[in-house]
Nanobody, 119 residues
Framework: QVQVVESGGGLVQPGGSLRLSCAPS????????MGWYRQAPGKQRELVAK???????TYRESVKGRFTISRDNTSDTVYLQMNSLKPEDTAVYYC?????????????WGQGTQVTVSS
């Protein structure tokens, strides 16, 4: 089994910044994609940003220019730097990992971390 270990999140005022990070709980043969999703109360889970093994990056339109996703290939850690946060960014943020250990494929979710933007 591969678990996803998340850190970061918390309470921040509008306009503030937070950084989220996530990494697999064990070494992987390959990681095809890692990304961050979020789910606000009463809403569906939505993609925030993702990065592939080919370094292709996708952002949700509403976070472009404010959020930056990056990956440290030496540690397989993915970071989501969130700047100029808005109240509408408030949600539980989940990390998603798709990869392989040997020939065994995994698609794993983190436990979620709360981000609250409020004055």
């Amino acid at each position: 089994q591969v678990q996803v270990v998340e850190s970061g999140g918390g309470l921040v005022q509008p306009g503030g910044s937070l950084r989220l990070s996530c990494a697999p709980s064990r070494s992987m043969s390959s990681i095809k994609e890692m990304g961050w999703y979020r789910q606000a109360p009463g809403k569906q889970r939505e993609l925030v940003a993702k990065i592939t093994d080919g370094a292709t990056i996708t952002y949700r339109e509403s976070v472009k220019g404010r959020f930056t996703i990056s990956r440290d290939n030496t540690s397989d850690t993915v970071y989501l730097q969130m700047n100029s946060l808005k109240p509408e960014d408030t949600a539980v943020y989940y990390c998603r990992l798709i990869g392989y250990v040997g020939n065994l494929g995994f698609g794993s979710w983190g436990q979620g971390t709360q981000v609250t933007v409020s004055s």
